[in-house]
Protein backbone atom coordinates (compact mmCIF):
# COMPACT_ATOMS: atom_id res chain seq x y z
CA UNK A 1 0.00 0.00 0.00
CA UNK A 2 2.64 2.55 0.90
CA UNK A 3 5.26 1.20 -2.42
CA UNK A 4 1.99 2.30 -4.50
CA UNK A 5 1.28 5.81 -2.55
CA UNK A 6 4.85 6.64 -3.28
CA UNK A 7 4.22 5.70 -6.84
CA UNK A 8 1.04 7.41 -7.06
CA UNK A 9 2.89 10.54 -5.60
CA UNK A 10 5.77 10.07 -7.86
CA UNK A 11 3.99 9.86 -10.98
CA UNK A 12 1.74 13.29 -9.68
CA UNK A 13 4.76 15.29 -9.46
CA UNK A 14 6.43 14.20 -12.83
CA UNK A 15 2.66 15.08 -14.44
CA UNK A 16 3.43 18.33 -12.97
CA UNK A 17 6.79 18.91 -13.81
CA UNK A 18 6.06 18.14 -17.63
CA UNK A 19 3.37 19.79 -17.83
CA UNK A 20 4.84 23.21 -16.71
CA UNK A 21 7.53 22.66 -18.63
CA UNK A 22 5.15 22.38 -21.58
CA UNK A 23 3.88 25.78 -20.62
CA UNK A 24 6.99 28.06 -20.36
CA UNK A 25 8.06 26.19 -23.60
CA UNK A 26 4.99 27.67 -25.17
CA UNK A 27 5.80 31.53 -23.64
CA UNK A 28 9.26 30.53 -25.01
CA UNK A 29 8.33 30.28 -28.42
CA UNK A 30 5.77 33.10 -28.28
CA UNK A 31 9.23 35.18 -27.46
CA UNK A 32 11.26 33.62 -30.36
CA UNK A 33 8.57 34.47 -32.81
CA UNK A 34 7.69 37.85 -31.36
CA UNK A 35 10.82 38.80 -31.41
CA UNK A 36 11.97 37.90 -34.86
CA UNK A 37 8.50 39.72 -36.36
CA UNK A 38 9.42 42.56 -34.82
CA UNK A 39 12.67 42.73 -35.99
CA UNK A 40 11.41 41.87 -39.82
CA UNK A 41 13.60 38.26 -39.26
CA UNK A 42 11.89 34.28 -39.92
CA UNK A 43 11.38 32.26 -37.30
CA UNK A 44 12.36 29.19 -38.57
CA UNK A 45 11.41 25.82 -37.65
CA UNK A 46 8.38 27.32 -35.71
CA UNK A 47 10.08 25.49 -32.50
CA UNK A 48 12.75 25.75 -29.84
CA UNK A 49 14.63 23.42 -27.90
CA UNK A 50 15.59 23.31 -24.38
CA UNK A 51 19.44 23.20 -24.21
CA UNK A 52 20.10 24.18 -20.45
CA UNK A 53 18.11 23.41 -16.95
CA UNK A 54 19.12 24.79 -13.96
CA UNK A 55 17.52 24.91 -10.64
CA UNK A 56 18.41 28.22 -8.76
CA UNK A 57 17.88 29.50 -4.97
CA UNK A 58 17.22 33.27 -4.26
CA UNK A 59 15.58 34.42 -1.24
CA UNK A 60 12.95 36.84 -3.58
CA UNK A 61 11.83 33.37 -5.39
CA UNK A 62 12.80 30.83 -3.68
CA UNK A 63 13.34 27.20 -5.50
CA UNK A 64 13.14 28.16 -9.35
CA UNK A 65 14.47 26.45 -12.45
CA UNK A 66 16.79 28.53 -14.76
CA UNK A 67 16.29 27.25 -19.01
CA UNK A 68 17.64 28.53 -22.00
CA UNK A 69 16.21 27.57 -25.07
CA UNK A 70 17.85 27.91 -28.20
CA UNK A 71 15.84 28.51 -32.24
CA UNK A 72 16.45 29.53 -35.22
CA UNK A 73 16.41 32.77 -37.82
CA UNK A 74 17.10 33.81 -40.73
CA UNK A 75 17.34 37.31 -42.34
CA UNK A 76 16.46 36.06 -46.18
CA UNK A 77 15.32 31.95 -45.83
CA UNK A 78 18.99 30.75 -47.08
CA UNK A 79 21.49 31.28 -44.00
CA UNK A 80 20.22 30.41 -40.28
CA UNK A 81 21.37 31.88 -37.06
CA UNK A 82 21.42 31.08 -33.79
CA UNK A 83 19.15 32.46 -31.01
CA UNK A 84 18.30 32.18 -27.44
CA UNK A 85 15.66 32.44 -24.84
CA UNK A 86 16.04 32.89 -21.09
CA UNK A 87 13.58 31.35 -18.65
CA UNK A 88 13.29 31.90 -14.74
CA UNK A 89 10.57 29.83 -13.72
CA UNK A 90 7.54 30.54 -15.55
CA UNK A 91 8.77 34.60 -16.74
CA UNK A 92 10.60 35.43 -19.73
CA UNK A 93 14.26 36.28 -18.69
CA UNK A 94 15.23 38.07 -22.45
CA UNK A 95 15.77 36.86 -25.76
CA UNK A 96 19.30 37.07 -27.47
CA UNK A 97 20.14 37.13 -31.35
CA UNK A 98 24.01 36.14 -32.58
CA UNK A 99 25.27 38.10 -34.49
CA UNK A 100 23.39 38.53 -38.48
CA UNK A 101 24.13 40.03 -41.36
CA UNK A 102 21.16 42.20 -43.48
CA UNK A 103 20.17 40.18 -46.99
CA UNK A 104 22.03 42.21 -49.59
CA UNK A 105 20.01 43.80 -52.14
Known sequence: MLFRLFF???LSLVAVVWW?????REI???AARRTC??????????????IQWT???ERQRGLHLVRRYRFEFAT???KRFE????MIG????????????????
Not at 20 to 24: D, H, I, N, P
Not at 42 to 50: C, H, R
Open 76 to 78: DGE
Open 8 to 10: LAL
Open 90 to 105: NELHGVILSPYSEPTA
Open 28 to 30: AVH
Open 37 to 50: TRLGLQFLDDTVAL
Open 55 to 57: PKY
Open 20 to 24: RGARV
Open 83 to 86: GFVD
